[in-house]
């Protein structure tokens, strides 16, 4: 199996989403910069980390989504390979309209750096598919501009399909509407949320090993497809 973790200038969780992905599922993790025109040959997956790509000017993931890597990024996403965008790599799958909405700055305008538990929404995605629908698990969450947001239309479109994949439970630390932290796109391959799972992946050093699920998840269904 092999990985791409998309690097920006500004990216700061990259290498822990290396270490994830090695722990969970063994892979070659390539480290990609931005500026790269073609991603690895023979990808099995694609993780855009967190961290504050560009310095976040302009506006979060808004630079990112013009870097020459993120036209085969989202080329590789049409074709459904598995893509996961966390904390910052969220903002730029929405910003690059892999996903629908926004994430604006957090409702009280103060970054939050948490132990976040979540709700298990949906199990029928790549990243996913090792949970139980319902269950709750904690992931850390720190950003400042974490706040997801999208017209009510939008909102009841991802309600109705199934493809609000976390949800906050226990308070909302941004303001997001209807305490969402995580969404699918149509086919379930793009995942974007902002709580981090690969800081959730050792007891020594996160809240527990809940993040870990998720790149188990993708491993299965990968190995099952």
Known sequence: MR??????????????????????????????WHGETALPERLDLIVLPGGFSYGDYLRCGAIARFAPVMTEVVQAAHGGMPVLGICNGFQVLCESHLLPGALLRNAGLHFTCVDQ??????????????????????????NGEGQYVAD???????????????????????GSRRDIAGIRNETGNV?????????????????????????????KALVTQ
Not at 118 to 140: A, D, H, K, M, N
Not at 159 to 172: L, S, T
Request: net charge negative.
């Open 117 to 142: 538990r979540l709700r298990v929404e949906s199990s029928l995605t790549p990243w996913t598919s090792q949970y139980s629908e319902g269950s709750e698990i904690v992931i850390p969450i720190k």
């Open 191 to 219: 995942v974007g949320l902002m709580p981090h799972p690969e800081h959730a992946i050792d007891v020594l050093t996160g809240p527990g090993t809940d993040g870990l699920g998720m790149f188990v998840s993708v491993l």
């Open 152 to 174: 009510d239309r939008t909102l009841d479109e991802l309600e109705g399909e199934g493809r609000v994949v976390f949800r906050y439970v226990d308070g909302n630390p941004n």
């Open 3 to 32: 990985a791409a973790v998309v690097v920006f200038p500004g990216s700061n969780c990259d290498r822990d989403c290396k270490v994830a992905i090695e722990r969970a599922t063994g892979a070659v993790v390539d480290m990609v």
